[in-house]
T-cell receptor, first 111, second 114 residues
Framework: RKEVEQDPGPFNVPEGATVAFNCTYS??????FFWYRQDCRKEPKLLMS???SGNEDGRFTAQLNRASQYISLLIRDSKLSDSATYLC????????????FGTGTKLQVIP | DGGITQSPKYLFRKEGQNVTLSCEQN?????MYWYRQDPGQGLRLIYY???????QKGDIAEGYSVSREKKESFPLTVTSAQKNPTAFYLC?????????????FGPGTRLTVL
């Protein structure tokens, strides 16, 4: 089983739709979680951290489910500019925080 | 403006040549990282450095070398020993390597071996 797994998509959704992605992780000791956004041929950029209690930033909501070992990202009222690949990032504690990136979920918002 | 810069943006190299990719940051971050990204794959860690004059191998260090002589700089050399060097190389930095220290990425270098 991969350490971090994401559905590669693509998710094709109309403007204004709500879309959700999940990301599962295999190591129950994982402690920090992030969502990054990566545009085509660009570097990843931090979208949001994922807190145990869940957190929201405008149209974006991130949730953590430790029991089932997954994190989720919900995007409401999708915009064309949301089209990108969304990377899930999971970290383990230790002298060096082992950081594992998912392969990403591609979102295409259609007019 | 604070940030991470990488140069060059595109690099072409003949097989058998070594090449060095530049990464500079002015964020005063202690930790720096090198990743490669191949189509359809996640980022894979090549090397990381937690502090000046110290660095550690990541998951795919073979055929690569790094140095960390200054806090701001973490150059990556792709040697001729790297069997499949064509890839998108990303440099990142973070405040430290403790938990919840998000990484900030440079714009990347696309290396093509001809």
């Amino acid at each position: 089983r991969k350490e971090v797994e994401q559905d590669p998509g693509p998710f094709n959704v109309p403007e204004g739709a709500t879309v959700a992605f999940n990301c599962t992780y295999s190591n129950s000791a994982s402690q920090s979680f992030f969502w990054y956004r990566q545009d085509c041929r660009k570097e990843p950029k931090l979208l949001m951290s994922v807190y145990s209690s869940g957190n929201e930033d405008g149209r974006f909501t991130a949730q953590l489910n430790r029991a089932s070992q997954y994190i989720s990202l919900l995007i409401r009222d999708s915009k064309l500019s949301d089209s990108a690949t969304y990377l899930c990032v999971v970290t383990l504690s230790g002298g060096y925080q082992k950081v594992t990136f998912g392969t990403g979920t591609k979102l295409q918002v259609i007019p | 403006d604070g940030g991470i810069t990488q140069s060059p943006k595109y690099l072409f190299r003949k097989e058998g040549q070594n090449v060095t990719l530049s990464c500079e940051q002015n964020l005063n971050h202690d930790a720096m990282y090198w990743y490669r990204q191949d189509p359809g794959q996640g980022l894979r860690l090549i090397y990381y450095s937690q502090i000046v004059n110290d660095f550690q191998k990541g998951d795919i260090a073979e055929g690569y070398s790094v140095s960390r002589e200054k806090k701001e700089s973490f150059p990556l050399t792709v040697t001729s020993a790297q069997k499949n060097p064509t890839a998108f190389y990303l440099c990142a930095s973070s405040l430290g390597t403790g938990m919840a220290n998000e990484q900030f990425f440079g714009p990347g270098t696309r290396l093509t071996v001809l």
